[in-house]
């Protein structure tokens, strides 16, 4: 690791630090809920989390959680996916990695909806 | 960065590592690896959460779940069924007493009700990971001090706060760097006294394995505050997993720029090193510690001088107890104020202590001075098991007394427990029922004195080994009706003229058993009874002397 030289280079250094433990606080902006029942993961759940992971990851977005839960029995909807943000949750259906990287980047990052897979609000 | 999805954080303090912690962190990343979910879920070595009884411990983020003595076999169901499919698995879950509930991390009781300043990392971060205790504020403090502030400053603040010595005496921080800071010396020392040695006592063991930057960044605002370059973290030999854990946070702050020469651009150099205890008690003492560093026979010094004044190497030397330097970070970076919202006035903020004996969930908690014994027993110990009493507990180890039951409702802290006759300790706190022989457990630790008594001053060389002479007569029906009378006597004269505190407090056990519960001593003379059942007495019923010699304890 590089030496740290001032108080602002300590900061920083901080800042960065803590968005990788915001996981532990429980206290994220954003939650990402993916159902994982033996429907959803029939229908690709795993790759439709690894893609909301990746997308995460590329765009450097640590304010969401992700967790998995059984199923709500759409299963005609599998994969389903829900977004909690700005204490509204947003459920969408039929959830593919496409639709999960655009859906990070627009809702989970920017909080704009897309309308489009959109099953149900809350 | 890297992005987790599942944060799993294994305790790995020495005691859930002995209770076979080190087999299920093994299985879970081979089980992890299995279903190639690597990638997905960071595991975590960290320290005590503190409900050492229930180890190890496994927590899980997001969701905050808690599991309980998990072991290797648990390591499959725990990742196929919580960390693939989202179910928690409830067989393994910290469960509401007797009942199908599962609280949440922060409405269980055990969590619910502690206060932690000094643990505040504790259980939470990766302790060998320089990165994640930044993130927590890490070294925040310390740049706020060498950079914002001078050195009389912080010892303002300091004194501020209130801040005593968290090991065992109490003495106002603030006011012993004061002594070190107006001695004019090139030269001055701050020493970490990491030789935690009474029985049943882990507080320190726990947070230099758990958070060993807070302790190394208290060390340095200390440092920076009496004028002094370098700093000795002395540490018992028998602490391989804080000693380690020492090490590696030492060489990390070392590579961070956070130690060394001219710290974050400042005139400030500090740099620190280990100096390993060989297993004597007395070097907790601070002049034996000092003379144990200087590679002397580890036995006190006359005082005065004091250490502020003439310690290490004859120089002005600072020592502080290891929960103290914890403190400091917190103080600095939050100011005064914020430390005195907790506690009581004359003992502000909070106090650990090591829960152990005859209670329920025995562990490391964290409460504010002054709460009630009670509360911290009943409510956060989740009281005595099943079908026993609370008959006393004994704080303060070998060097305390006990508090019984008509006392349970006194605050724990500094003014109060002296009162009754014993001390605050460093932490340690024994919890006894009525299965417990209160004259056995006088003996116990009078034992222990004499066994690490260093033999430099009469009083208590001898004196605490005649004292127990007759408390072996006492337990093996042998006791005299003047005993009594005998040890009071002996343990106040020790208490006068022992040359340091450890046999000044030697008596202690001894003579506040014989305050609370004489009843039991005179059972044991008169009656040649032991009410608790510990002590045995038949070999003499049934034929004198001869047998003697089979009496065993």
Same mark, same amino acid.
């Given at each position: ?61 640590? +304010? ?11 299963d005609r909807e599998e994969p389903v996916v829900a977004v909690e943000?700005?204490?509204?949750? !947003? ?32 | ?14 005691? =859930? ?34 409900? =050492? ?6 927590? !899980? ?24 499919? /989202?179910?928690?698995? $409830? ?12 609280? @949440? ?21 990766? %302790? ?10 890490? &070294?925040?403090?310390?740049? $706020? ?29 603030? *006011? ?47 440092? &920076? ?14 602490? %391989? ?18 130690? /060394? ?38 036995? %006190? ?26 403190? *400091?970070s917190v103080i600095i970076d939050k100011g005064a104020k914020f ?9 502000? #903020? ?50 305390g007394g006990v508090i019984p039951m008509e006392f349970i409702d006194? %605050?724990?802290?500094?003014?109060? *427990?002296?009162? *009754?006759?014993?001390?605050? #300790? ?6 006894? +029922? ?16 004499? +066994?690490?008594?260093? @033999? ?46 450890? #046999? ?5 056990? !001894?003579?506040?058993?014989?305050? &609370? ?17 510990? =002590? ?18």
């Amino acid at each position: 690791m590089e030496k740290i030289k001032s108080i602002e280079e300590l900061r920083k250094l901080r800042e960065h630090a803590r968005e990788s433990l915001k996981v532990r606080s429980g206290e994220t902006k954003v939650k990402i809920m993916v159902s994982m029942g033996t429907v959803g993961i029939a229908a690709g759940a795993r790759d439709t989390l690894m893609a909301i992971i990746s997308e995460l990851e590329k765009r450097e977005y640590h +304010d969401a959680q992700i967790v998995e839960r059984g199923s709500l029995g759409l299963d005609r909807e599998e994969p389903v996916v829900a977004v909690e943000r700005d204490k509204k949750t !947003v459920f969408y259906g039929k959830v593919t990695p496409e639709v999960a990287r655009e859906i990070v980047a627009q809702h989970v990052i920017n909080g704009q909806i897309v309308s489009e897979w959109v099953i149900a609000k809350e | 960065m890297k992005i987790y999805r599942i944060h799993a954080l294994i305790c790995a303090g020495a005691q =859930c590592l002995a209770a076979g912690g080190n087999g299920f962190e093994e299985a879970l990343k081979n089980e992890l690896k299995k279903h190639n979910i690597e990638e997905e879920v960071c595991v975590v070595e960290t320290g005590c959460m503190g409900a =050492c009884q229930l180890g190890p411990l496994l927590v !899980v983020y997001p969701e905050g779940i808690m599991y309980t003595n998990v072991e290797a076999k648990d390591a499959k169901e725990i990742v196929e069924e919580h960390f693939l499919k /989202g179910r928690p698995i $409830k067989r393994l879950m910290w469960k509401k007493e007797g009942k199908e509930e599962f609280p @949440g991390l922060k409405d269980i009781p055990f969590f619910a009700k502690q206060t932690k300043i000094v643990l505040r990392n504790c259980g939470l971060i990766n %302790p060998e990971d320089i990165n994640e205790y930044i993130a927590r504020n890490g &070294y925040k403090a310390l740049a $706020k001090a060498i950079v914002e502030m001078k050195p009389q400053d912080v010892i303002d603040v300091v004194k501020e706060s209130g801040l005593r010595g968290r090991g065992g005496a109490g003495f106002p921080t603030g *006011l012993k760097w004061s002594f070190a800071a107006n001695q004019d010396s090139e030269e001055k020392y701050m020493i970490c006294n990491a030789d935690e040695g009474d029985p049943g006592a882990y507080m320190d063991r726990s947070v230099l394995e758990g958070d060993p930057h807070s302790v190394i960044e208290g060390m340095m605002i200390a440092g &920076y505050a009496i004028g002094a370059n370098r700093g000795y973290i002395y540490v018992r030999a028998e602490y %391989p997993l804080a000693v380690r854990r020492l090490e590696t946070a030492i060489k990390q702050a070392k590579q961070a720029g956070l130690l /060394g020469k001219n710290i974050l651009g400042t005139n400030f150099s500090f740099d620190i090193e280990l100096r390993m205890g060989a297993g004597a008690f007395v070097c907790g003492e601070e002049t034996a510690l000092i003379n144990s560093i200087e590679g002397k026979r580890g036995e %006190p010094r006359k005082k005065p001088p004091f250490p502020a004044i003439s310690g290490l190497f004859g120089k002005p030397t600072i020592i502080n107890n290891v929960e103290t330097l914890a403190n *400091l970070s917190v103080i600095i970076d939050k100011g005064a104020k914020f430390f005195k919202q907790f506690g009581t006035e004359k003992s502000p #903020g909070t106090k650990v202590f090591a829960l152990a004996g005859k209670v329920n969930i025995s562990g490391l908690v964290e409460v504010p001075m002054g709460t009630s014994l009670r509360k911290i027993v009943f409510d956060i110990g989740g009281g005595i098991p099943e079908g026993h009493t609370f008959k006393g507990a004994l704080t303060g180890g070998p060097s305390g007394g006990v508090i019984p039951m008509e006392f349970i409702d006194t %605050p724990m802290d500094y003014e109060s *427990l002296p009162a *009754l006759g014993t001390i605050m #300790g460093s932490g340690g706190l024994i919890i006894m +029922d009525e299965t417990s022989c209160m004259v056995d457990v006088a003996k116990f630790f009078l034992k222990f004195v004499v +066994d690490e008594s260093c @033999g430099k001053c009469v009083p208590c060389r001898e004196g605490t080994k005649q004292m127990l002479k007759i408390l072996e007569r006492i337990t093996s029906g042998r006791g005299q009706k003047e005993d009594i009378d005998r040890l009071e006597k002996m343990g106040k004269l020790i208490k006068l003229t022992a040359l340091c505190a450890l #046999g000044q407090t030697a008596p202690n056990p !001894v003579l506040s058993t014989i305050k &609370y519960f004489k009843e039991e001593y005179l059972a044991h003379i008169i009656d040649k009874k032991c009410p608790a059942g510990i =002590c045995q007495f038949s070999a003499l019923k049934e034929g004198g002397k001869k047998h003697e010699a089979k009496v065993t304890h």
